[in-house]
């Protein structure tokens, strides 16, 4: 249906949007199924540094999309 093609759409957009390791890590994750050890081990950082990207980046998009909320709201 139209409103889950637009929200897939601005999820994509949000997720692009991010910096390149909180994009890669939340790619990873999320999109391609691997664990965070997994993850942090093809990222060649620590496991708690790929929650901390993880984390960070599902913050900046929820961020974002509360932004373009209240933009759409107006």
Do not use: C, W
Request: aromatic content about 4%; cysteine-free; charged content about 30%.
């Amino acid at each position: 249906d139209l409103a889950h093609d637009h929200r897939g759409r601005l999820l994509h957009h949000l997720v692009d949007s991010l910096p390149p390791k909180h994009r890669q890590a939340i790619v990873m994750t999320f999109y391609e199924g691997m664990t965070q050890k997994e993850a942090a081990e093809r990222m060649g950082i620590t496991k708690g540094r790929s929650n901390q990207l993880i984390k960070e980046g599902e913050a900046m998009m929820r961020d974002a999309f509360n932004t373009i909320e209240e933009e759409v709201g107006r």
